[in-house]
Nanobody
Framework: QVQLVESGGGLVQPGGSLRLSCAAS????????MGWYRQAPGKQRELVAA???????NYADSVKGRFTISRDNAKNTMSLQMNSLKPEDTAVYYC??????????????????WGQGTQVTVSS
């Protein structure tokens, strides 16, 4: 079964940096779009950054110029470098990916998977 495993969250002071990582743990055929979402208490989950298999990226306006998303297609991993962190960046961050898996015979299926979430807290 496919799992997305996140790491790298924690407590950091305003202006500091953190790097989140996400790895797909299972035999998969390929990964299409990947992204990072976040959800703060009392708020809806929102897209932070996304990256296609070809490396095209897009970012929420609130993180442009501060966050950088990247991926390693050979290792099926994705990262989010977060710089100049602000208290309003505090949230649970989730990894998301569209993954193709082999189901038998000549059949494959695409499904969207979520990681378990990692807490990022920006506070002095």
């Amino acid at each position: 079964q496919v799992q997305l495993v996140e790491s790298g969250g924690g407590l950091v002071q305003p202006g500091g940096s953190l790097r989140l990582s996400c790895a797909a743990s299972a035999r998969i055929d390929s990964i299409n779009a990947m992204g990072w979402y976040r959800q703060a208490p009392g708020k809806q989950r929102e897209l932070v950054a996304a990256i296609t298999s070809g490396g095209s990226t897009n970012y929420a306006d609130s993180v442009k110029g501060r966050f950088t998303i990247s991926r390693d297609n050979a290792k099926n991993t994705m990262s989010l470098q977060m710089n100049s962190l602000k208290p309003e960046d505090t949230a649970v961050y989730y990894c998301n990916a569209e993954i193709r898996t082999y189901v038998g015979g000549s059949r494959y299926t695409w499904s969207r998977y979520w990681g378990q979430g990692t807490q990022v807290t920006v506070s002095s």
